[in-house]
């Protein structure tokens, strides 16, 4: 079974500040990658997909891919207190996702 | 509109008995999948199907059965041999792998 692990916080960062997320895989062959939010009660809703070496920015967000150390990385700057949900990993090949991180952004 | 569509929101079982929630989508997508979710914890994968006719067990199948008869249906049977069927059930779509999946609003059963 493919593994896809998260820190599961929770975390806890002040709003304006980054907030740095962690995934860990263990399948060298995964080649996407896909963070998605979900606040609490709702469903998963994707913010970035990064299938590439390096970083990939979209507004506050940047997701870093280092397929060598086989981790992926969300980084939220200045974040707000409308941040706070669940950050999921999900390996795409196989739709498997991590335990998710839960993040609290206290104004 | 596009979209999946899961029916009901919530839905209430007594114990022993068996439960389908529905999982419509009408994006034209090929493959569809069925997540479990518990309270603080992340989506583990209970059955997906890639195409019709066709479906494979994710990790934790057990108690559980599906069917897709249609490209646009993916019904899941809670059954009376899932030991804690209680949690969040949540359908995604999409339409070849890599691309993005799409989610339906979830269904919270609760078995009494």
């Known amino acids: 079974q493919k593994e896809v692990e998260q820190n599961s916080g929770p975390l806890s960062v002040p709003e304006g500040a980054i907030a740095s997320l962690n995934c860990t895989y263990s399948?060298?062959?995964?080649?996407?990658f896909f963070w998605y939010r979900q606040y609490s009660g709702k469903s998963p809703e994707l913010i970035m997909f990064i299938y590439s070496n390096g970083d990939k920015e979209d507004g506050r967000f940047t997701a870093q891919l280092n397929k060598a150390s086989q981790y992926v990385s969300l980084l939220i700057r200045d974040s707000q207190p409308s941040d706070s949900a669940t950050y999921l990993c999900?390996?795409?090949?196989?739709?498997?996702f991590g335990a998710g991180t839960r993040l609290t952004v206290k104004p | 509109d596009g979209g999946i569509t899961q029916s009901p929101k919530y839905l209430f079982r007594k114990e022993g008995q068996n439960v389908t929630l529905s999982c419509e989508q009408n994006?034209?997508?090929?493959?569809m999948y069925w997540y479990r979710q518990d309270p603080g914890q992340g989506l583990r994968l209970i059955y997906y199907?890639?195409?019709?006719?066709?479906?494979q067990k994710g990790d934790i199948a057990e108690g559980y059965s599906v069917s897709r008869e249609k490209k646009e249906s993916f019904p899941l049977t809670v059954t009376s041999a899932q030991k804690n069927p209680t949690a969040f059930y949540l359908c995604a779509s999409r339409r070849t792998e890599n691309t993005e999946a799409f989610f339906g609003q979830g269904t919270r059963l609760t078995v009494v």
């Open positions: 999900a390996v795409y090949s196989d739709m498997r």
């Open positions: 399948d060298r062959g995964s080649q996407s």
């Open positions: 994006l034209n997508h090929d493959a």
């Open positions: 199907s890639q195409i019709v006719n066709d479906f």
